[in-house]
């Protein structure tokens, strides 16, 4: 069996896709929270965070993706 030496880079940008989906529901709970209580500017702000905190996890998921097709056939 080959080692495959792009297996570390895949498995630390899919363990930084699992930290950043964590991190957004916590600010989705958190935004929703302070909405609910009254404080509307809250909910801007909070939006604009999520949607760069999305952009970073599809970039990343581009990336894996990207690696993965390159892999070659002959390594398991």
């Known amino acids: 069996m080959a080692h495959d030496k792009r297996l570390p880079a895949l498995s630390a940008a899919l363990g930084l896709i699992v930290l950043l989906l964590v991190v957004q ?3 989705l709970t958190a935004t929703l929270e302070t909405y ?11 939006a604009i965070l999520s949607a760069i905190l999305f952009a970073a996890c599809g970039a990343l998921y581009l990336f894996v993706s990207r690696v993965e097709r390159r892999r070659p056939s002959n390594v398991e």
Do not use: I, K, R, T
Request: hydrophobic content about 55%; proline content about 0%.
């Open 36 to 46: 609910l209580a009254g404080h509307n500017e809250a909910a801007v702000s909070g």
């Open 25 to 27: 529901m916590w600010l």
